[in-house]
C-alpha cells in the first residue's frame, strides 16, 4: 500500500470511479514532493488555523477542503461532481511550496503560492493527451486544481470561470480560514456562560 493510500485512505473510499480513484493515486506516486507529508499548510502562519500549522499541516488542510467541499457541494447541488472535487481537492496543493523550502521553512522559489495550482495542473495535463483525447473528468481535475486560489492566483487567465472550479475554490477558502478566534470566543463565552 502506498503512502497516499495509508494517510488519505478514507477519502480515497469516497471517489467512486476506480478510473479517477486510480489516477489520483498514480498523480501522488509520480508528483508528490517528500516534503508534502510533513509540512505546514502556511509557511508563514499568517493565513490559515492553527489545526493546519506544523507538522503535517498541509494534510490536515487537504483534509478539511474535502469536508468543506462535501458540504459545499451540496448546499450548492453539484454533487454531480463528486468524484471529480475529491480528486482535485486531494491533489490540489500536491507542489504547494514548489521545490520545497530552506532551513528557515520558507519557499526556495519565489512566487510559488500564487502559482503552484497553475504549475501542477500544467504537469498533470502534460501526459501525451492533446486536447480531443484528455478525458472530460481530467480536464475538469486540472481546472480546479489551476483555478483553487481563485483571486490569489497571479495568472488571471486561470481564476475561477465555472461553477466547479469556484466549488473548489470556496472549499480551499473556507478550510483555510483562520477560524481559531472564533472558537476561543465562544469557548471563553461557554466558560463565562
Same mark, same amino acid.
Given at each position: 500500500?502506498?503512502?497516499?493510500?495509508? $494517510? %488519505? $485512505?478514507?477519502?480515497?473510499?469516497?471517489? *467512486?470511479?476506480?478510473?479517477?480513484?486510480? %489516477?489520483?493515486?498514480?498523480? %501522488?506516486?509520480?508528483?508528490?514532493?517528500? &516534503?508534502?507529508? /510533513?509540512?505546514?499548510?502556511? +509557511?508563514?502562519?499568517? &493565513?490559515?488555523?492553527? &489545526?493546519? @500549522?506544523?507538522?503535517? #499541516?498541509?494534510?490536515?488542510?487537504?483534509?478539511? =477542503?474535502?469536508?468543506?467541499?462535501?458540504? @459545499?457541494?451540496?448546499?450548492?447541488?453539484?454533487?454531480?461532481?463528486?468524484?471529480?472535487?475529491?480528486? /482535485?481537492?486531494?491533489?490540489?496543493?500536491?507542489?504547494?511550496?514548489?521545490?520545497?523550502?530552506?532551513? *528557515?521553512?520558507?519557499?526556495?522559489?519565489?512566487?510559488? /503560492?500564487? /502559482?503552484?495550482? $497553475?504549475?501542477?495542473?500544467?504537469?498533470?495535463?502534460?501526459? #501525451? &493527451?492533446?486536447?480531443?483525447?484528455?478525458?472530460?473528468?481530467?480536464?475538469?481535475?486540472?481546472? #480546479?486544481?489551476? =483555478?483553487?486560489?481563485?483571486?490569489? +492566483?497571479? *495568472?488571471?487567465?486561470?481564476?475561477?470561470?465555472?461553477?466547479?472550479?469556484?466549488?473548489?475554490? @470556496? =472549499?480551499?477558502?473556507?478550510?483555510?480560514?483562520?477560524?481559531?478566534? @472564533?472558537?476561543?470566543?465562544?469557548?471563553?463565552?461557554? +466558560?463565562?456562560?
Amino acid at each position: 500500500m502506498s503512502r497516499v493510500e495509508e $494517510v %488519505f $485512505v478514507f477519502e480515497l473510499k469516497m471517489i *467512486n470511479s476506480k478510473e479517477i480513484r486510480q %489516477f489520483v493515486i498514480d498523480m %501522488f506516486e509520480e508528483l508528490c514532493p517528500d &516534503y508534502f507529508w /510533513t509540512v505546514p499548510c502556511s +509557511t508563514s502562519g499568517k &493565513y490559515h488555523p492553527q &489545526y493546519a @500549522l506544523g507538522v503535517g #499541516g498541509l494534510i490536515r488542510h487537504v483534509k478539511s =477542503a474535502i469536508w468543506w467541499g462535501i458540504e @459545499l457541494s451540496r448546499a450548492l447541488e453539484m454533487e454531480r461532481y463528486h468524484d471529480e472535487m475529491v480528486a /482535485t481537492l486531494l491533489l490540489h496543493d500536491l507542489i504547494k511550496n514548489g521545490k520545497g523550502l530552506d532551513s *528557515n521553512g520558507r519557499p526556495l522559489e519565489s512566487g510559488v /503560492t500564487g /502559482t503552484h495550482g $497553475v504549475a501542477l495542473a500544467a504537469l498533470i495535463s502534460d501526459d #501525451g &493527451y492533446d486536447d480531443s483525447t484528455m478525458p472530460e473528468w481530467k480536464e475538469t481535475i486540472c481546472g #480546479g486544481i489551476a =483555478a483553487h486560489m481563485g483571486i490569489w +492566483t497571479t *495568472n488571471p487567465a486561470f481564476r475561477p470561470k465555472g461553477p466547479f472550479e469556484n466549488l473548489i475554490h @470556496l =472549499a480551499d477558502y473556507c478550510a483555510s480560514r483562520k477560524v481559531d478566534e @472564533l472558537i476561543n470566543i465562544l469557548e471563553e463565552e461557554k +466558560t463565562n456562560g
